[in-house]
C-alpha cells in the first residue's frame, strides 16, 4: 500500500535551515504529486509547497518563497523540502501527502491528496 514517512524535523533556532524528507513505499513516487503542509496548535492546516507528477513542476506558499526548496530524488522515491531563513511562525508539525492526479500547477490545498505520512515536528525557537 502506498506509505509516506516524514523524517528531518526538530528544534532549531531562528535563521536556521532544516531538510524534510518524505519517503514513499508501495508506489513510485514519480507517479504521483507530491505536496507538504503544516499545522500549528489551533491552527488550520495550511500548504507549504508541492511538486508535480513527473514534470516536476514546483508551487510555493507565499510564506515560503524565497526560503523554501522542494525537489524530487527519484533514484531514493524521496521528496524533500530544505527550509532555510526559518522563522518562529514556521512551528509547526509538518506532513507530506501524495496525490495521483496530474496538474498544471499542484494544488496547495490539501483535499486532493489521498495518502498523507504522520508528520515530523518542526520547533523554531531561540
Known amino acids: 500500500q502506498v506509505q509516506l514517512v516524514e523524517s528531518g524535523g526538530g528544534l532549531v533556532q531562528p535563521g536556521s535551515s532544516l531538510r524534510l524528507s518524505c519517503a514513499a513505499s508501495?508506489?513510485?513516487?514519480?507517479?504521483?504529486?507530491i505536496g507538504w503542509f503544516r499545522q500549528a496548535p489551533g491552527k488550520e492546516r495550511e500548504g507549504v509547497s508541492c511538486?508535480?507528477?513527473?514534470?516536476?513542476?514546483?508551487n510555493y506558499a507565499d510564506s515560503a518563497k524565497g526560503r523554501f526548496i522542494i525537489s524530487r530524488d527519484s533514484a531514493k522515491n524521496t521528496v524533500y523540502l530544505q527550509m532555510n531563513s526559518l522563522k518562529p511562525e514556521d512551528t509547526a508539525v509538518y506532513y507530506c501527502?501524495?496525490?495521483?492526479?496530474?496538474?498544471?500547477?499542484?494544488?496547495?490545498?490539501?483535499?486532493?491528496?489521498?495518502?498523507w505520512g504522520q508528520g515530523t515536528q518542526v520547533t523554531v525557537s531561540s
Open positions: 508501495g508506489f513510485t513516487l514519480d507517479d504521483y504529486t
Open positions: 511538486i508535480g507528477r513527473r514534470d516536476d513542476s514546483t
Open positions: 501527502a501524495a496525490d495521483p492526479n496530474w496538474y498544471y500547477n499542484c494544488p496547495l490545498s490539501g483535499w486532493p491528496y489521498d495518502a
